[in-house]
């Protein structure tokens, strides 16, 4: 079975959910923040906290238009939105790395450069490589030479594609794969969403482990979460804040601690449903049923002892606790061995 390590979790199929909570510059630059936020996540049941990595002037040009909705982000240039929020340098991930670890949740951040790879690589136990560098092929070799896990969004792109980033990857020294669904709008409509997609890189990609990047609004139900994972995302990653009413950036498509509370809650009563049996077996708790409402072979009439059964001297009843109706042709054409009555059920003791 195909799976996937990620921090002290392996992750298959039929995994419960590994959790990226995508704090990513939700911290607006504030160290407390961001370690409020970490709390917060480890509080709601993350497996990960996730921050992004970047430098306005080695991410975008200056003259970089806006791709995310204008009315909730008024930002009209990339490099100034980003510019709001590169504050942190790498001893600030260090911090942070740290602080993950104090409270007990695997510490991540998406790195946009390469100077970000190299000073990321010993804090994080895998990568996460966000959907706009997926065909960024010098990128993807840099970090698959490091040698661990990467997770990959695939937001905006072909199959194709998806194909050359899992082959550069895997020829470069990374071995093992999962990749996100992802739409890459913000926010994303519901209609947009099109989870199907997710069946399809299972198709595309049966060998890999599939998971889903989040950026609808989220909802009371969780329902495109919850929807992904019974599609089979097994990883989910979704934007988090601490306050969705503020303005700007990722906060407006962002879950909080109480959405990933629930969450968490209903996809525990999911699992408790789903079960671990895969084939389909009579459980123990429906032993009593088994026997008691299935039907045996039961004597319509008298019957004279050494009598030869016909079809017209049986029929079938509850409970089950007799020769079962399956057995019909073997015990059509038998002698019976002593009187039967009317309503008897018939147990193979009862025929020569």
């Known amino acids: 079975m195909n799976y996937i390590s990620l921090g002290n979790r392996v992750i298959t199929p039929s995994s419960r959910p590994y959790i990226i909570a995508e704090i990513g510059v939700n911290h607006e630059g504030s160290m407390d923040l961001a370690k409020r936020l970490i709390e917060l996540a480890k509080e709601g049941g993350a497996d990960a906290a996730k921050f992004q990595s970047y430098k306005a002037d080695t991410l975008a040009v200056r003259d970089s238009p806006a791709y995310w909705d204008l009315n909730s982000e008024p930002t009209r240039s990339q490099h100034e939105l980003f510019k709001k929020y590169d504050a942190f340098e790498p001893s600030d991930y260090v911090v942070l790395a740290e602080h993950c670890e104090s409270v007990g949740i695997d510490f991540l951040s998406t790195p946009f450069d390469d100077e970000a790879v190299e000073f990321l690589d010993p804090l994080m136990h895998f990568y996460k490589i966000a959907s706009a560098d997926l065909n960024n092929l010098p990128f993807l070799k840099k970090i698959a030479a490091k040698g661990k896990p990467v997770v990959i969004s695939t937001g905006a792109s072909t199959l194709p594609e998806i ?130 409402a299935r039907r045996s072979l ?43 009555e009317p309503d008897q059920i018939l147990k193979w003791s009862m025929l020569d």
């Open 163 to 292: 194909d050359v980033a899992v082959q550069t990857l895997a020829l470069n020294g990374c071995n093992d794969i999962a990749l996100l669904h992802c739409i890459l709008n913000y926010p994303t409509k519901n209609e947009d969403a099109h989870l199907r997609m997710i069946k399809g890189l299972q198709h595309s990609f049966p060998e890999m482990v599939i998971g889903y990047s989040d950026h609808t609004l989220p909802d009371e139900s969780m329902l495109s979460l919850l929807t992904a994972h019974m599609l089979g995302a097994v990883i989910i990653e979704k934007h988090f804040t601490h306050d969705k009413s503020l303005p700007g950036n990722d906060h407006y498509h962002a879950m909080d601690v109480n959405d990933l509370k629930r969450f968490q809650e209903l996809v525990g009563r999911m699992h408790s449903m789903i079960g671990d049996y895969t084939l389909r077996v009579p459980l123990p708790t429906e032993e009593i049923a088994r026997k008691q």
């Open 298 to 340: 039961v004597v319509r009439h008298k019957l004279p002892p050494g009598h030869t059964l016909s079809a017209g001297d049986l029929t079938y009843k509850r409970p089950g606790t007799g020769i079962g109706p399956e057995h019909w042709e073997d015990v059509v054409g038998r002698k019976v061995s002593a009187a039967c």
